[in-house]
Nanobody
Framework: VQLQAYGGGLVQPGGSLRLSCAAS????????MGWYRQAPGKQRELVAA???????TYADSVKGRFTISRDGAKNTVTLQMNSLKPEDTAVYYC????????????????WGQGTQVTVSS
């Protein structure tokens, strides 16, 4: 499975960005896709994840601001990020696994390249 992430960039506080991740290859090896982020000097943390069945989970810090969505036909997962804050600044990674939504990064088998999100005025 290959995961290709798109989006990211520089945005002012309060602004919005959309990240997308496309899966290719043995896509039937994954039913959970999610987004992690890692800020300098911090551990990688789960931002949001979604199953192919529609279950989702969000980090408390992004609830109400971020929305994760899956497109089964296109094998993509999108993270819509609104009301962005400077503390959202990080490298964001797309990840995939088979099973239930997991929190620990080590539980995910497939990773896309990171994309930088910077929230700054």
């Amino acid at each position: 499975v290959q995961l290709q992430a798109y989006g990211g960039g520089l945005v002012q506080p309060g602004g919005s960005l959309r990240l997308s991740c496309a899966a290719s290859g043995s896509i039937f090896s994954i039913n959970v896709m999610g987004w992690y982020r890692q800020a300098p000097g911090k551990q990688r943390e789960l931002v949001a994840a979604a199953t192919s069945g529609g279950s989702t989970t969000y980090a408390d810090s992004v609830k109400g601001r971020f929305t994760i969505s899956r497109d089964g036909a296109k094998n993509t997962v999108t993270l819509q990020m609104n009301s962005l804050k400077p503390e959202d600044t990080a490298v964001y990674y797309c990840a995939g696994r088979w099973g239930t939504i997991a929190i620990m990064p080590s539980e995910y088998d497939y990773w896309g390249q990171g994309t930088q999100v910077t929230v700054s005025s």
